[in-house]
């Protein structure tokens, strides 16, 4: 990608008028915002990522299928569907939104929102060690962990054994590369 040469113009920009609005601007230095502005993104936390990440194609950077993943654990726990506004970049990945506060929430406390084993299929890596499409509607949340299945019933095998498979999951999640995709 081309840098901008107002790039930097337009960080500075930001900045003063977070300032004349009375908000509090960012610490000098600090790479959050001048990213954001410049890749049109809420935040981008940087990072790089420890394993695949489910997405619709290997190219795509559209994790959990653009739904918030903080939505599962607020409010009544119903998964919704995030807004191309409100999307902040995770270890090379897009997470989209409701809401500034649940993005805000994410950028406090990625690893605790990020669905298990990059959003692909739980019961698939642990019981056959293999990347399967992790479907957003199809979830559990344990342990304070989420984790996608293929299908409902995908889900009922899993459900079997939650607590055998997410052991092999574990195991078997981090042998594959970060940029590994299922076959599509």
């Not at 420890?50 to 998964?79: C, E, N, W």
């Not at 805000?104 to 959003?119: D, L, R």
């Not at 293929?150 to 590369?177: C, K, L, M």
Request: proline share 5%; net charge negative.
């Amino acid at each position: 990608m081309k840098k901008s040469i107002f790039a930097p113009i337009s960080a500075i920009a930001l900045i003063a008028t977070l300032a004349a609005c009375g908000t509090e601007a960012a610490p000098e230095g600090d790479s959050m915002v001048a990213e954001a502005t410049e890749t049109g993104l809420f935040a981008d936390l940087g990072g790089d990522a420890t394993g695949p990440v489910f997405r619709a194609a290997k190219a795509d950077t559209l994790a959990v299928s653009g739904y918030d993943v903080v939505s599962y654990f607020v409010g009544d726990g119903v998964p919704v569907v995030g807004n191309e506004d409100l999307t902040v970049r995770y270890e090379g990945f897009d997470y989209r939104f409701a809401s500034e506060e649940n993005a805000n929430a994410f950028i406090e406390e990625p690893g605790k929102y990020a669905p298990a084993y990059g959003g692909y299929c739980a019961w698939a890596i642990a019981a056959n060690d293999a990347l399967a499409p992790g479907d957003p509607e199809i979830y559990e949340i344990v342990d304070g962990t989420l984790y996608l299945n293929f299908s409902t019933d995908v889900q009922g095998r899993w459900q079997a054994d939650i607590p055998g498979f997410i052991e092999a999951g574990d195991v078997n999640y981090p042998t594959h590369s970060a940029d590994e995709h299922y076959q599509d």
